[in-house]
């Protein structure tokens, strides 16, 4: 494939059996062809969990399996949704009245919120309508970003319709404010010391036993009422135990197992496989304790892992359930998936049937294309 520009591809779709299968299928549905095709990955976070909305670094790769779309633009203003796997059914609407259902999860929502995002963020109207088919590869429900491919998707879709390039658009323990700081990573940087002297702030100002909502108030000098307006979030109002120590010490461990993943991968020593697996393996133990997002299938599988070759596995994604990801040397990789499958998805209880790309390798994938037909 010879490069366009740094987002597009020129390809030959008949040497490419998947973008040809898809092409049929797009004339077989809308009866024309594709103008264009676009992609993105899924991704999987190799380390860095629950910590980026605290203002920290996370370590994502993108895989090889993706999403694709097959786009032609029309000349109405109707956006027509079709999906090759019939568990989605085709949705049809105005582009220029984009409504999303917030209560409803359904797929087409997904590309939606894409083409709004792009319509909202620079202020357009007067959307032209397309056809889309998509395509994807990507297992959903796993923790390794399918629905955040297909919003990714869309946006570049949407981007590519109107002709735009890419290159283009582009707290009171230590006399702190506390009112002020609302992410974990303004305590450090207030303090101005490294992720090592925050969890020793951490040991000297929470304590292990979880605070109930009283605790916190005398804490902080506040009301009930003050908490619930000012501090908890909706979704959190009826809490009554928090375990700011344990939550805390994961974060800044965390933070710091990335800086040193990040290190031991640049340095590149003989043993770097596995340090990198001890900090993966630290990185669960620390989501299963300390942040206790893990589940049992969670912590057998990565159990599983570890002693059939993995040099480092733990849970990516949110957690409680989704998927682990393992470290695995190439010539061990054969025997290794043979051997998770069988004591994983085989057991003889038959409680956990195997499916389809449950189980994958993969390495580091490409980024974000559009494929143009040469």
Not at 76 to 101: C, E, H, K
Not at 313 to 324: F, H, I
Request: charged share 20%; net charge neutral.
């Amino acid at each position: 494939m010879a490069a366009e520009s740094p987002a597009m591809r020129r390809v030959q779709v008949a040497e490419h059996p998947r973008l040809l299968k898809l092409k049929e299928m797009f004339n077989s549905k809308f009866g024309s062809i594709p103008k264009f095709y676009v992609r993105a990955p899924g991704r999987v976070n190799i380390i860095g969990e629950h910590i980026d909305y605290c203002g920290y670094s996370v370590l994502p790769m993108a895989i090889e399996q993706d999403v694709l779309i097959a786009v032609e633009p029309v000349k109405t203003y109707t956006l027509q949704l079709a999906n090759t796997n019939p568990l989605y059914p085709d949705f049809s609407t105005s582009a220029n009245n984009i409504q999303i259902d917030k209560t409803k999860p359904l797929w087409h929502n997904y590309f939606l919120c894409g083409l709004k995002g792009i319509q909202e963020h620079f202020g357009l109207s007067n959307l032209t309508g397309m056809n889309c088919l998509v395509d994807g590869n990507i297992p959903p429900s796993s923790g390794l970003s399918s629905s955040s491919a297909l919003v990714c998707c869309a946006g570049l879709v949407t981007l590519t319709v109107l002709g735009r390039n890419l290159s283009k658009l582009l707290a009171k323990y230590k006399n702190l404010q506390w009112d002020n700081v609302l992410r974990l990573d303004e305590v450090q940087a207030k303090l101005g010391i490294s992720l090592e002297e925050m969890l020793l702030v951490t040991e000297d100002a929470l304590h292990p036993e979880p605070y109930n909502p009283e605790e916190i108030c005398r804490c902080l000098g506040i009301s009930l009422e003050e908490l619930r307006t000012q501090i908890l979030s909706p979704n959190t109002q009826d809490v009554l135990i928090f375990k700011l120590y344990q939550r805390a010490k994961h974060v800044y461990s965390e933070a710091a197992r990335v800086l040193q993943f990040k290190k031991t991968c640049e340095e590149a020593p003989e043993n770097m496989v596995q340090l990198l697996g001890e900090l993966m393996n630290q990185s669960h133990m620390s989501c299963r304790d300390m942040y206790e997002c893990s589940c049992p299938e969670l912590d057998q599988l990565v159990d599983i892992c570890r002693k059939l070759g993995a040099q480092g596995s733990r849970l990516t994604g949110a957690g409680w359930g989704g998927c682990a990801v393992s470290i695995v040397p190439a010539d061990k990789l054969p025997g290794f998936l043979a051997n998770v499958h069988k004591a994983y998805y085989q057991r003889s209880d038959g409680s956990l049937a195997p499916e389809k790309q449950s189980l994958f390798a993969t390495k580091p994938g490409s980024g974000a294309l559009v494929f143009l037909e040469a």
